[in-house]
């Protein structure tokens, strides 16, 4: 079935470097990805909607400038977190819907958990 | 705003047990997800709902739509089912944005 894969699943680095995480659909064409974030404990939280080919759409109190999202093909979105600091240590998970309306499928990465030393 | 509650926020069973998941939400949508959280992190979509009732195996998901109410099911629960279980409701007509209930964690022991 349908395969949304999520590099990498595990990640640590000290702070102020950047972090890039891909999610790719492997045999679907993502239009859209959903990137969330969950701190430990809580439930997922919206970051970010990235489009194929514009710009993402961020939800309120979420940096554009410190998660970039890039979305440039069809099967292949990222998130980088730029100069990472301990409290941006979280899981961070994509899904994509195999559709583009409300009752299509949706498909999930495995996550990737960040640790910011 | 729409808001989703789940309950119980855990819950632990004996093997073989009937398990029930109960969730809430406040506005009209136009779906809504149960998702499953392994230990690890991964998530997977069990069903999505929009009306009525959908069986997968030993999972059962019902949807009341004027109450606004939906429960996951469980039958002849097993240790591999203890995850945390997240309801999650999208709304309007295009591509899912989903607003995810507390989640509840389920433990079965054998």
């Known amino acids: 079935g349908a395969v949304v894969s999520q590099h990498p699943s595990r990640v640590i680095c000290k702070s102020g470097t950047s972090v890039k995480i891909e999610c790719r659909s492997l045999?679907?064409?993502?239009?859209?990805m959903f990137w969330y974030r969950q701190f430990p404990k809580q439930s997922l939280m919206l970051m970010a909607t990235?489009?194929?080919?514009?710009?993402?759409?961020?939800e309120q109190g979420v940096e554009k400038d410190k998660f970039l999202i890039n979305h440039a093909s069809l099967t292949l979105s990222t998130l980088t977190v730029t100069s990472a600091h301990p409290e941006d240590s979280s899981f961070y998970i994509c899904?994509?819907?195999?559709?583009?309306?409300?009752?299509?499928?949706?498909?999930f990465g495995n996550g990737t958990r960040l640790t910011v030393t | 705003k729409n808001e989703v509650e789940q309950s119980p926020q855990n819950l632990t069973a004996q093997e073989g047990e009937f398990i029930t998941i109960n969730c809430s939400y406040s506005v009209g949508i136009s779906a809504l997800h149960w998702l499953q959280q392994h230990p690890g992190g991964g998530i997977v979509s069990l069903f999505m709902?929009?009306?009525g009732k959908k069986k997968h195996g030993r999972l059962i998901a019902t949807i009341n739509i004027q109450e606004k109410h939906s429960s996951l099911h469980i039958t002849a629960s097993h240790p591999r089912d203890s995850a945390v279980y997240i309801c999650?409701?999208?709304f309007g007509r295009g591509a899912q944005k989903l607003v995810f209930g507390q989640g509840t964690r389920l433990t079965i022991n054998p």
């Open positions: 045999d679907f064409q993502a239009t859209t």
């Open positions: 899904s994509a819907p195999q559709g583009g309306s409300y009752n299509s499928p949706l498909h």
């Open positions: 999650a409701v999208s």
């Open positions: 709902l929009s009306s």
């Open positions: 990235s489009n194929e080919g514009s710009k993402a759409t961020y």
